[in-house]
């Protein structure tokens, strides 16, 4: 099993969630994150100037079987992509086990198969 972790620009997650959905992967955890990146600049808005250093995205965070890791990080990579600097990172563990806690089942049959 693995566990995908993938950093998003927020402009892109209601298409990057569309096609997790759309792909059958039906179970994922999401949040705000901020982060610093290497762009470091103060810029102006409507009169107002504010630092470019905190980048808002979105994280997300998804555990797979070993089988369906490639498709899941090709519909990532395909739908948060914009070929701009900032689009995002996306990590990839090991996951040693599974338990679910309503049943007591463990392995990578607690994690539901596609339909």
């Known amino acids: 099993m693995k566990r995908i972790e993938a950093i998003i620009r927020k402009t892109k997650f209601e298409d990057v969630k569309e096609a997790l959905l759309n792909s059958d992967i039906n179970w994922f955890e999401y949040h705000d994150v901020h982060g610093i990146g290497q762009s470091r600049s103060e810029r102006i808005y409507r009169g107002v100037q504010y630092s470019t250093d905190v980048i808002e995205r979105i994280a997300l965070t998804i555990v797979c079987r070993d089988m369906f890791l ?12 914009t070929g701009e600097i900032g689009d995002g990172r996306i990590f990839v563990s090991d996951i040693l086990d599974t338990y679910s806690i309503r049943t007591g089942e463990n392995g990578d049959t607690v994690l539901r198969d596609r339909k």
């Open 70 to 81: 490639k498709p899941t990080l090709d519909v990532i990579l395909r739908e948060a992509h």
